[in-house]
């Protein structure tokens, strides 16, 4: 299982700064999160899965599907969802949204 730090950061990021587009996006893949049977929640109550995280996770990345669902670069494991953006293009959105924050 490889967790996607850097999806992960972009997501935090999107939720903090990035709000109204991103959270239609996150939200829509939130529900077909929630109905698949290998986020955390379905697995401990179907499967017995255990973990120590708190959090809600996807147990075949291991990804917290929260930020995860705001990366518009990540897409799905079992490609449920896909990334909206390549990572070059969300590396120039990145870089305009930070020129036009410096310049307010």
């Known amino acids: ?24 996006i996150h939200d829509k893949r939130m529900q077909i999160c929630d109905a698949c049977p290998f986020n955390s929640d379905n697995m401990k109550a179907k499967n017995n899965y255990k973990t120590f995280r708190p959090d809600f996770h996807c147990t075949i990345c291991g990804c917290n599907l929260d930020m995860k ?11 449920k969802w896909k990334a909206l953006v390549t990572e070059e293009q969300e590396k120039e959105m990145l870089t305009k949204l930070e020129n036009n924050e410096s310049k307010s």
């Open 69 to 79: 669902t705001r990366c518009m670069a990540c897409e799905c494991p079992m490609h």
């Open 1 to 24: 299982m490889k967790i996607d730090f850097k999806g992960i950061l972009e997501g935090a990021w999107n939720s903090i700064f990035v709000k109204d587009s991103i959270e239609k």
